[in-house]
């Protein structure tokens, strides 16, 4: 077997080096091991240099904490309407990390942290409102479905994954993810399945909303780094719950019978009539109230540990057709963007916007029927226009009808 008497890395002979270290068949000389330590060095100092960036951007003492008009203000820019639910929640994040930043002393008030349920349709605007606030605060935000959550030891996943997805987020940097958000998606998929207690075990209602009880409040919680189940020989990482706000939200389908019968039980006496004819029977989710959502299946426990309860109003026709053209990341803005890369110019006749907004009402989607109706709509047109030599494209009522229905009818053809 041959001897090497060169650098394995830079090819230099060992009489031309100090030291050349290695074996018969490969060898690394002292010059080269230098630089390869000088590199891992300056690549630590620059990971650490990050992570210091990282913590000094979300750092919220010395950022200048928005008012919440302000805030409101930066909502209005990416959501339409809901006026009453921004305003509930600008005032929410803004008393929650004006508790984070106080130092509060012995003989002082203590403030307790108000996490956030809101209640509206599908397609409202509940995740989009929730992860507009992380933007503007420059915070970690997590999206978490509670549909997926059981209790431990059961297929699904730990309450604890939670603030794994936060973690992650924020790139492992403990203290900001420790005043970050957390959006619990899908809350009403846990109630319990009745007004009484369970009988038998209920691992994925009751069972997640007594494991979440210790999230909300705040306590340090054991996570596992990168997920999954826990066993006995794993490294876990140590998060206070403390000040990381918890913004729940559902649809909470059928609530609507239980505000009803309350609103109706309660309208009792000689103005009965007066008072029932004020009650607005199209809109019954801006009378919700906590009793409400303990009918509809929550346990009293993390009522009261969400107690800001904020509505959204259903969209009407006037709302959606606003949501296609007006907010900054409009759903048309971003079809006229995507054309506008391949150079090609979009427009859309004002018919259209009309035609687009009746079906979504038809569809009762939301807003996410706005998006399926426009992506329907404008396939062929991205399929076809990227390979062809077109510069511009009109899109006319007539060619909205044809291609919705064509998707339509190749739809039902499949099925």
Do not use: W
Request: charged letters at 25%; a neutral charge.
């Amino acid at each position: 077997m041959a001897i090497y008497h060169n650098c394995s890395f830079c090819g230099r002979p060992e009489h031309q080096v100090k030291h050349l270290f290695g074996n018969n068949t490969s060898a690394i000389c002292d010059d080269c091991i230098a630089q390869a330590y000088e590199a891992l060095v300056d690549g630590d100092k620059e990971f650490a240099a990050r992570c210091k960036q990282k913590a000094a951007d979300i750092n919220l003492d010395t950022l200048e904490l928005p008012k919440p008009q302000d805030v409101k203000k930066f909502l209005d820019e990416y959501i339409i309407g809901q006026d009453d639910a921004k305003k509930y929640i600008a005032v929410a994040v803004y008393n929650h990390y004006k508790r984070v930043r106080q130092n509060t002393a012995a003989d002082e008030v203590e403030l307790e942290k108000s996490n956030i349920i809101m209640i509206g349709e599908t397609g409202t605007g509940k995740t989009l409102i929730a992860r507009t606030i992380a933007r503007m605060l420059h915070v970690p935000f997590a999206i978490v479905d509670a549909t997926v959550l059981t209790e431990a030891g059961y297929v699904g996943e730990d309450i604890e994954s939670i603030l794994t997805r936060l973690l992650q987020a924020a790139d492992y940097n403990v203290k900001a993810a420790e005043k970050g958000i957390v959006f619990i998606d899908e809350i009403d998929k846990i109630a319990r399945k009745g007004d009484n207690p369970s009988i038998t075990r209920d691992v994925s209602g009751e069972g997640v909303q007594q494991g979440l009880l210790k999230l909300l409040e705040g306590s340090i919680i054991n996570v596992p780094p990168q997920g999954g189940r826990k066993h006995p020989d794993q490294k876990m990482i140590s998060v206070n719950t403390k000040d990381i706000l918890f913004i729940a939200g559902g649809a909470f389908e059928g609530i609507e019978k239980i505000i009803g019968r309350r609103v109706n039980i309660n309208l009792i006496g000689f103005d009965a009539d007066k008072k029932r004819a004020k009650v607005d029977r199209n809109n019954l989710l801006q009378y919700v109230a906590p009793a409400d959502l303990r009918s509809f299946g929550l346990i009293p426990e993390i009522i009261g540990r969400l107690p800001v309860i904020a509505h959204l109003e259903p969209l009407n026709k006037k709302a959606l057709r606003q949501i296609l053209t007006d907010p900054k990341n409009a759903i048309i803005k971003q079809f006229t963007k995507l054309m506008a890369l391949d150079g090609i110019k979009l427009t859309v006749d004002n018919e259209v916007l009309d035609y687009i907004v009746e079906k979504a009402v038809e569809f009762k989607l939301g807003a996410r029927g706005l998006r399926s109706i426009c992506e329907s709509l404008m396939m062929d047109a991205m399929y076809d226009l990227p390979s062809s030599k077109k510069t511009s494209l009109r899109v006319t009522l007539e060619y909205a009808y044809s291609k919705l229905e064509q998707a339509v009818g190749s739809k039902l053809k499949t099925a």
